[in-house]
């Protein structure tokens, strides 16, 4: 049996114009591409501006998804990028628009490609859930690029991979990647046994601490199998020495 990459998910993070989005949905649709989730659309949603910009994509040839937030969107992917152009100091792959697609078409699980908002881009705290930054070859001196204008390169790469032929790989026997709910679960619960041990002292270091580890954990490709025996691990931590083996055998 031969494993079949799934769809990416393309989502836009706090998107501020109806146009944009809009335009993201057509290009998404020229290239048969359908499925867009909106984080926290700032006119809300649905939007008149985006469904004249659609062309007819949205509401018919699109499905677009609203979420509250990026970990919602993110839930049921195994692979997530952000596409961004500013350095982030932030230890993660920076991946070309080719390297991702291939890495997108070479896994079974769904994909999930964040847009950040056309002010400032994507959030910290967003790119932090992610497995990689997806960059562009632009000018650096002039590297901003309008929000469809990005989509709509990812998802002409995307076309065009897809039309020269499937990938190499087999994947069959591998465990499927840990979808970002799992991973995120994980990072939770592992924060929160932390937190009961005093880890994040003083408090003003929490949010950095957390941030650089969660940025460890999404680097290391895990699959659901190692999540589920991480978190055996945490809760054997957490309830002390021998009391994990007793639980289990009672």
Request: charged share 20%; with cysteine; net charge negative.
């Amino acid at each position: 049996m031969t494993t079949v990459a799934l769809a990416p998910a393309f989502i836009l993070v706090a998107p501020q114009m109806g146009e944009n989005i809009g335009a993201a949905a057509r290009v998404m649709a020229n290239f048969g591409l359908t499925d867009l989730r909106l984080v926290a659309p700032r006119d809300g949603w649905p939007n008149p501006a985006a469904e004249t910009m659609s062309a007819g994509a949205l509401p018919g040839v699109v499905a677009a998804t609203v979420f509250d937030t990026v970990e919602q969107a993110i839930a049921d992917c195994g692979q997530v990028f952000a596409t961004t152009a500013r350095p982030r100091e932030m230890e993660k792959p920076v991946l070309g628009a080719s390297e991702a697609i291939t890495r997108i078409r070479a896994t079974p699980a769904r994909t999930a490609i964040l847009f950040g908002a056309e002010r400032a881009g994507l959030p910290n705290e967003a790119v932090a859930l992610c497995d990689a930054i997806l960059s562009y070859p632009v000018n650096r001196a002039f590297a901003s690029l309008n929000l469809a204008q990005a989509v709509a390169l990812m998802a002409h790469g995307l076309a065009e991979a897809e039309a020269s032929g499937p990938p190499p790989g087999f994947n069959d026997a591998l465990d499927p990647p840990a979808t970002r709910e799992e991973l995120i679960g994980m990072m939770e619960h592992f924060e929160a046994e932390l937190d009961r041990a005093g880890f994040f002292f003083p408090e003003e270091k929490r949010a950095p601490i957390a941030q650089n580890l969660r940025n460890a954990f999404t680097r290391a490709g895990w699959t659901s199998q190692e999540v589920r025996t991480f978190r055996g691990a945490i809760k054997a931590l957490a309830l002390g020495r021998g009391k994990a083996r007793v639980q289990r055998e009672e």
